[in-house]
């Protein structure tokens, strides 16, 4: 279908991608897989024309084509989907898919017959998308299904997506999965990139592993496992499993009680209440979408207290009405879900965002207003080298990391606050194996040092592996707490979706 030869792409002194070469058959779901940084999403950009390359040919089809932008691509049959969607919430389906902004426009604005197509397209493949139905009102994946839509309607031969299932719920990926099935069976072509290896094993054909902007391995799915994709991904033996002893909880630390919070669409949380001690990992089970969000941020003092009731308790003090940096100055730390809204200003530096809320206190800050730059740079040094953020150098904006290692310095510079309390959702979204391993160990390394952990997170696995308690959360009420020890996943889930 496509076969990338002898790729080479540099961004500014990065190589982020060296010689590669990629061929994928007609047919199949080929997956890349590899560390953050390792150079997948670049070099699928490149064949989607969003990036060119410096060196290298492209070939569809066993010919030689020129890919200059999205337009080209599209015109060759080759469609993609990127990590962060790229929707209108207030328009259509309908009017979302005909008016694809990177083509330039000029699609048919018969809206009702596209309404017809795209409802039969969906039909076919069962996406069950309503081409009338607003963006806003969908869940995301009903967005995901939409964006496949978009490219499916432009005749896309060739579906490269980019970490498609990062953002959603077990439940939507094994959905997901059957439609990439019927859309191989239908004779499309897939390219998946993605960090979980037990999804490349469920769903690809043929792996290709990338590291250092080199393709290092080119394997069957068939004749390979975890362990050997983990080895090939990060060069050394992985620990695919959490390892931990029990916990020796002492003092509480965080004590909510009755709190609810109000938003734009009603109760987000209804009543919660439970405690933190110090020494132990709480976890929060649940379907994204039940009052996580809300739940976390209003504990980091990031909700209107007018927005919420109860009480909320650090140490024994009420700290409801305490600004978001108080909350930092007593030690609390938070790994937000969502590292661009939240985590990062993209165009700083990464010096710059790693001093994000202690900016304005020693040694950071005089006091004055005036900043230390030596202090500010070994900081940020120690946090790149720490949490092994690459490339390491800290004049570099935000938005030039690949996801991965965006999140690795939030998670740093949270870790370098010390915290006596640590709120952190979906602290491995997007995150290589490697890296997962050694968050993991750091969130347990914090918990046995006396630290007290919130951990929010949408992989039940992970949250069952690291939680030493675990409350269960479904439309904004605490339905139970469990002990992950003994408590078999399917009953989580039956407690998660309320048995359906
Ligand atoms: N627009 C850009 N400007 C500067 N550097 C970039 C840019 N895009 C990518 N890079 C760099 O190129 C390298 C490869 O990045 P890429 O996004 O392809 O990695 P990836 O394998 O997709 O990682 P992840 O799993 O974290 O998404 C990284 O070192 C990254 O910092
Ligand atoms: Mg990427």
Same mark, same amino acid.
């Given at each position: 279908?496509?076969?990338?030869?002898?790729?080479?792409? /540099?961004?500014?002194?990065?190589?982020?991608?060296?010689?590669?070469? +990629?061929?994928?058959?007609? $047919?199949?779901?080929?997956?890349?897989?590899?560390?953050?940084?390792?150079?997948?999403?670049?070099?699928?950009?490149?064949?989607?024309?969003?990036?060119? #390359?410096? #060196?290298?040919?492209?070939?569809?089809? $066993?010919? #030689?084509?020129?890919?200059?932008?999205?337009?080209?691509?599209?015109?060759?049959?080759?469609?993609?989907?990127?990590?962060?969607?790229?929707?209108?919430?207030?328009?259509?389906?309908?009017?979302?898919?005909?008016?694809?902004?990177?083509?330039?426009?000029?699609?048919?604005?018969?809206?009702?017959?596209?309404?017809?197509?795209?409802?039969?397209?969906?039909?076919?493949?069962? !996406?069950?998308?309503?081409?009338? #139905?607003? +963006?806003?009102?969908?869940?995301?994946?009903?967005?995901?299904?939409?964006?496949?839509?978009?490219?499916?309607?432009?005749?896309?031969?060739?579906?490269?997506?980019?970490?498609?299932?990062?953002?959603? /719920?077990?439940?939507?990926?094994?959905?997901?999965?059957?439609?990439?099935?019927?859309?191989?069976?239908?004779?499309?072509?897939?390219?998946?990139?993605?960090?979980?290896?037990?999804?490349?094993?469920? +769903?690809?054909?043929?792996? /290709?592993?990338?590291?250092?902007?080199?393709?290092?391995?080119?394997?069957?799915?068939?004749?390979?496992?975890?362990?050997? !994709?983990?080895?090939?991904?990060?060069?050394?033996?992985?620990?695919?499993?959490?390892?931990?002893?029990?916990?020796?909880?002492?003092?509480?630390?965080?004590?909510?009680?009755?709190?609810?919070?109000?938003?734009?669409?009603?109760?987000?949380?209804?009543?919660?209440?439970?405690?933190?001690?110090?020494?132990?990992?709480?976890?929060?089970?649940?379907?994204? $979408?039940?009052?996580?969000?809300?739940?976390?941020?209003?504990?980091?003092?990031?909700?209107?207290?007018?927005?919420?009731?109860?009480?909320?308790?650090?140490?024994?003090?009420?700290?409801?009405?305490?600004?978001?940096?108080?909350?930092?100055?007593?030690?609390?730390?938070?790994?937000?879900?969502?590292?661009?809204?939240?985590?990062?200003?993209?165009?700083?530096?990464?010096?710059?965002?790693?001093?994000?809320?202690?900016?304005?206190?020693?040694?950071?800050?005089?006091?004055?207003?005036?900043?230390?730059?030596?202090?500010?740079?070994?900081?940020?040094?120690?946090?790149?080298?720490?949490?092994?953020?690459?490339?390491?150098?800290?004049?570099?904006?935000?938005?030039?990391?690949?996801?991965?290692?965006?999140?690795?310095?939030?998670?740093?510079?949270?870790?370098?606050?010390?915290?006596?309390?640590?709120?952190?959702?979906?602290?491995?979204?997007?995150?290589?194996?490697?890296?997962?391993?050694?968050?993991?160990?750091?969130?347990?390394?914090?918990?046995?040092?006396?630290?007290?952990? !919130?951990?929010?997170?949408?992989?039940?696995?992970?949250?069952?592996?690291?939680?030493?308690?675990?409350?269960?959360?479904?439309?904004?009420?605490?339905?139970?707490?469990?002990?992950?020890? /003994?408590?078999?996943?399917?009953? +989580?889930?039956?407690?998660?979706?309320?048995?359906?």
């Amino acid at each position: 279908m496509i076969e990338l030869r002898n790729i080479t792409k /540099t961004f500014g002194e990065t190589v982020a991608n060296d010689n590669v070469s +990629i061929l994928v058959e007609k $047919g199949t779901i080929h997956a890349i897989v590899g560390e953050n940084g390792a150079g997948k999403s670049t070099i699928m950009r490149i064949a989607y024309g969003f990036y060119n #390359a410096d #060196a290298g040919e492209i070939l569809v089809d $066993g010919k #030689a084509v020129s890919i200059k932008n999205p337009h080209d691509a599209i015109a060759l049959g080759i469609g993609m989907v990127h990590q962060h969607f790229m929707l209108v919430d207030t328009m259509t389906v309908a009017e979302n898919i005909i008016l694809g902004a990177e083509t330039g426009g000029a699609a048919t604005l018969d809206l009702e017959k596209a309404n017809v197509e795209i409802e039969h397209l969906s039909n076919e493949l069962k !996406l069950g998308v309503n081409p009338r #139905a607003l +963006i806003e009102n969908l869940s995301v994946g009903a967005q995901q299904r939409v964006e496949l839509l978009k490219a499916l309607y432009r005749n896309a031969e060739l579906l490269i997506l980019d970490e498609p299932t990062a953002v959603l /719920t077990p439940q939507e990926v094994e959905e997901f999965f059957g439609i990439l099935r019927r859309m191989r069976e239908s004779g499309k072509t897939i390219v998946i990139i993605t960090h979980k290896l037990e999804e490349v094993l469920a +769903i690809s054909d043929f792996v /290709t592993v990338m590291r250092d902007g080199k393709t290092v391995g080119n394997v069957k799915t068939s004749e390979t496992s975890a362990k050997d !994709l983990a080895r090939m991904i990060v060069g050394r033996d992985v620990l695919l499993r959490v390892e931990k002893t029990d916990a020796q909880p002492k003092e509480n630390v965080l004590s909510v009680q009755n709190l609810s919070v109000k938003n734009a669409h009603g109760e987000a949380l209804n009543d919660v209440s439970f405690d933190v001690k110090a020494g132990e990992i709480v976890g929060i089970a649940g379907i994204e $979408g039940n009052g996580q969000t809300e739940l976390v941020e209003a504990i980091a003092g990031l909700i209107p207290t007018a927005n919420l009731s109860g009480k909320i308790y650090f140490e024994g003090t009420n700290i409801n009405n305490f600004s978001a940096r108080k909350h930092k100055e007593l030690g609390i730390a938070h790994i937000p879900e969502d590292r661009h809204k939240r985590g990062l200003l993209l165009d700083f530096n990464l010096a710059e965002n790693s001093m994000l809320g202690v900016h304005y206190r020693p040694p950071v800050s005089s006091g004055t207003g005036l900043l230390n730059n030596a202090a500010i740079n070994k900081r940020a040094g120690e946090i790149v080298e720490n949490f092994d953020v690459r490339p390491r150098n800290i004049e570099l904006s935000a938005r030039a990391l690949s996801g991965g290692n965006q999140q690795k310095l939030v998670i740093g510079r949270e870790f370098e606050l010390n915290p006596k309390l640590l709120l952190v959702s979906q602290p491995t979204r997007g995150v290589d194996i490697g890296a997962i391993e050694f968050i993991h160990s750091k969130l347990i390394g914090l918990r046995d040092s006396g630290g007290a952990v !919130l951990l929010v997170s949408a992989e039940l696995e992970e949250v069952t592996a690291l939680a030493d308690r675990l409350l269960v959360i479904r439309e904004g009420k605490i339905v139970g707490e469990v002990d992950p020890k /003994t408590t078999s996943t399917e009953e +989580i889930g039956l407690m998660m979706t309320g048995g359906n």
